[in-house]
């Protein structure tokens, strides 16, 4: 848009959200020094102010999100239906209420300071709490003074509407299992204890009274050891025990091995006083293993990888009855249903259109960016979302059976189990076993001739020494903490083994648009003669009146001045006219825009349908007496010309869009000459695309967001869920990539191919200690206890060796 003469006006921001305020804002009587907005965001700061919360503001600057004061009737109502209930909190009596709830405008620490003060607000709130990461609150209230939808209410009034979907239900709570700190909390505790009570043995304190104290402190530590071996290793054993009935022998099973030797030898030698027992080595190789499951468990559990397309669908919708609108769970439409789909709402179940003109957004479903037109008596797909006027549907299948649902349902769309480091740590493990019960076996039959104190020494050397501790440490460790450098850059990935695949990778495979595009931005260009601002602020009046995007779009890009505006009309996918100041202002399609007489505007619009642009749209003035288009061009990320200049000298490149090809020539500058580009790729296309690629042995990484690309996340050997917003839908996917990071995209797959040859080289240092340690004990050179010294010296070593090396990698990369 060409810029005119004159001086853009200074705007006041919004006490509350910080938005430009009109030219005449809003202001309390009380303290006419504040600005705001709209009446929405009045209504919040003068709620705050009222309950003395009004520190809200002084965490952050302008910390508010912009509030809509206008509610549509009963948009809450559902939340008072006993099944919705019963399907959301997660513990209900007559006394106390308790439910989690995703709040994704949660930002700031002024956001925590106010959620978690609701108390204040509604007596009947009796605790809030918030959990930032997952931008979750969990909420106690109690029934007899508070409502589930009051509370919501209250949430929505605030400005943080929590994010309800079909995914919700029956989903609380939706946090993993506490058994696993449970139990790394018992091993260290017994750890703790256990190396205090065997101060005695190390500082070699001899005589009746240290005897004595000795045998006590051997029957204490085998006390707290028993909880030890019973509760706290018990996965180590069950996986092991899996694994057998399985006919397989995983890692897990030398170490239950070792772990069960040096529980019975140490049991032994203190019941018998042969010796204080090695129980300290016990409870601390125990402890430090579950310190590793820990470090994987922790990134799966700060975000949900394994969302699906319920995590986009309301839970309720308005259901048209003979005695009036009535809202409904989603679960219970059924064929024959009228529903009623209000502006930007999400279409549940195919259906087909009965009233009113629909303009659907499939870009979550297909990928395309332009709204599809659709007229009474077209189906209308599970998953797109109404532009414009509230329209009528009637369902013609049930959730379950709709296109979207099938999509989802694909067999092909499920991953198969790949191939990492630690599944060959488990194959390596096999041979462990054999050759440490070989040799166990052979140290047996050279000792026993001769010696027999001896043999059944270097007997249980060899089965303490050789568990594989410090294998099974080497893996969980040197990725865990790539995966915590990973997490510093807002790149979370599911488990280590997506960062050895990210190590392997070959090809990158790229969705369009929402990934490659930033769909929240449009380079706006003015054709034709310049407006002058009076004449812009007209256009800016109009187009403010509609949801549409592109209307959006362009009100956010011309000057506002609160204009008025008469004789406003939107005719849904055509566009917009209205009187401003005597002004007549038509702005839309070429058709709808032109006037008698200006066959060059018809023209024009029918030339776009060869034009490398994203959208047009027209603008005419006084009857036509001025006139002009507004071009949108696509916006690419900018950080995407270094990031796709890096990644083609290492990987081959494809780009999969479910739109039109009319962006092709810019994206082959971009990509280059080798790169492959697709257009008008459906789910199904893009998923078998990816297979081909796996059958030819390349190794895939697909980067995309919406549910057009679910298959092919699922199919790639790892898929990246590229969002704008962390806690908005993401397909089931592999890793979440905040687009603030795309930068370093590049730099992460290069720091992850360093952290396998970290993984490799603890690999090795692991085989060298227990070789090591295998050959002296074998000559029974070191006593049991030595052994039980020296492997958690070995494991402690290697967990230091990989986190270093890992740390030395991260700063060559400057991560």
Not at 371 to 394: F, N
Not at 399 to 424: C, D, I, R
Not at 749 to 757: E, G, H, K
Request: charged residues 20%.
């Amino acid at each position: 848009m060409h810029p005119t003469t004159a001086p853009a006006p200074s705007h006041l921001a919004c006490a509350h959200c910080g938005d430009d305020c009109p030219e005449q804002p809003i202001r309390l009587a009380v303290r006419p020094e504040l600005s705001f907005c709209c009446q929405g965001c009045k209504a919040v700061y003068e709620l705050l102010d009222a309950n003395n919360l009004c520190r809200y503001y002084a965490f952050d600057e302008h910390p508010g999100q912009k509030v809509q004061a206008v509610e549509l009737p009963g948009r809450f109502d559902y939340l008072d239906t006993e099944t919705v209930q019963a399907q959301l909190l997660s513990f209900r009596s007559d006394t106390l209420a308790r439910l989690t709830l995703h709040l994704p405008q949660m930002h700031c620490a002024s956001c925590i300071y106010l959620l978690e003060h609701l108390y204040q607000l509604n007596p009947g709130v009796r605790e809030s709490r918030v959990n930032f990461l997952r931008k979750e609150i969990n909420i106690s209230y109690q029934p007899a003074h508070t409502s589930l939808k009051e509370v919501v209410q209250l949430l929505a009034s605030l400005g943080y509407e929590p994010q309800i979907t079909l995914a919700e239900l029956g989903a609380q709570p939706r946090h993993s299992s506490r058994m696993l700190y449970y139990q790394l909390g018992l091993a260290a505790f017994c750890f703790g204890n256990v190396m205090l009570l065997a101060f005695p043995d190390y500082l070699a304190v001899t005589g009746q009274l240290g005897a004595q104290f000795g045998r006590f402190f051997g029957y204490l530590s085998l006390v707290l050891a028993l909880p030890v071996l019973l509760f706290s290793a018990r996965g180590f054993y069950r996986s092991a025990w899996a694994g057998l009935r399985q006919r397989t022998i995983n890692l897990d099973f030398p170490i239950s091995l070792g772990l069960t030797a040096l529980f019975l030898v140490s049991g032994f030698d203190i019941l018998l006083q042969r010796g204080p027992g090695y129980l300290d080595s016990f409870t601390g190789l125990v402890f430090f293993m579950l310190i590793g499951k820990w470090v994987q468990q922790r990134t799966y559990d700060a975000l949900r990888f394994d969302r699906d397309f319920t995590s986009y669908f309301p839970v309720a919708v308005t259901l048209l009855t003979a005695e009036g609108e009535q809202s409904v769970s989603v679960k219970d439409l059924k064929v024959g249903h009228r529903i009623r789909v209000r502006n930007q709402e999400v279409v549940p179940a195919d259906a087909m259109l009965m009233r009113g003109t629909g303009q659907i957004d499939y870009s979550f479903v297909s990928g395309e960016s332009v709204p599809v037109g659709k007229v009474a008596g077209e189906v209308v797909y599970a998953g797109g979302r109404q532009l414009g006027e509230a329209v009528e549907l009637e369902v013609v299948r049930e959730v379950s059976q709709g296109y979207l649902t099938q999509l989802w349902n694909n067999p092909a769309f499920q991953k198969a189990e790949k191939q990492t480091l630690e599944s060959y740590a488990n194959k390596v493990g096999r041979y462990f076993v054999a050759v440490t019960l070989l040799l166990a076996a052979g140290t047996v039959l050279y000792w026993l001739p001769r010696d027999q104190a001896m043999m059944w020494r270097a007997f249980t050397s060899v089965l303490v020494i050789a568990c594989p501790c410090a294998l099974s440490l080497a893996t969980p460790f040197a990725l865990g903490s790539a995966l915590t450098v990973f997490g510093r850059h807002k790149f979370y990935l599911k488990n280590s083994a997506v960062a050895e695949v990210l190590g392997r990778a070959t090809t990158i495979v790229f969705d369009k648009t929402g990934t490659l595009t930033d769909v929240k931005r449009s380079a706006v260009e003015y054709q034709d003669p310049t407006l002058t601002r009076r004449e812009q602020q007209a256009v800016a009046a109009v187009v403010a009146q509609s949801t549409h995007p592109l209307s959006q779009r362009l009100a956010a890009e011309l000057p506002a001045g609160a204009l008025p505006v008469t004789g406003f009309r939107e005719v849904p996918g055509q566009g917009l006219s209205g009187v401003v100041d005597g002004l007549l202002v038509k702005v839309g399609a070429a058709a709808f825009v032109a006037a008698a007489g200006q066959p060059e505007l018809r023209a024009a619009g029918s030339a776009t349908t060869t034009d490398h642009l994203q959208s047009r749209v027209y603008v005419s003035l006084d009857g036509g007496a001025r006139q002009g288009c507004y071009i949108f061009r696509n916006v690419y990320r900018p950080e995407l010309p270094a990031v796709l200049s890096e990644l083609s000298r290492r990987y081959r490149l494809a780009v999969l869009s479910g739109d039109n090809d009319t962006e092709q020539d810019r994206l082959r500058e971009l990509f280059g000459p080798q790169a492959e580009l697709r257009f008008r790729q459906s789910p199904q296309d893009k998923l078998d695309y990816i297979a081909g690629l796996k059958r030819r042995g390349e190794t895939v990484v697909m980067v995309g967001d919406g549910l057009n690309d679910a298959g092919a996340l699922q199919q790639a050997d790892a898929g990246i869920a590229l969002t704008d917003t962390l806690t908005n839908f993401s397909p089931a996917c592999d890793a979440i990539l905040d687009a603030g990071s795309f930068g370093q995209f590049g730099t992460f797959l290069r720091f992850t191919q360093d952290c396998l040859q970290v993984v490799l080289a603890t690999f090795v240092l692991s085989f060298v200690y227990n070789g090591v340690g295998l050959g002296l004990a074998l000559q029974g050179k070191f006593s049991p206890i030595v052994s039980a010294i020296l492997m958690p010296i070995s494991s402690l070593s290697v967990i230091l060796f990989a986190t270093l090396l890992v740390r030395l990698a991260a700063c060559k990369h400057k991560l």
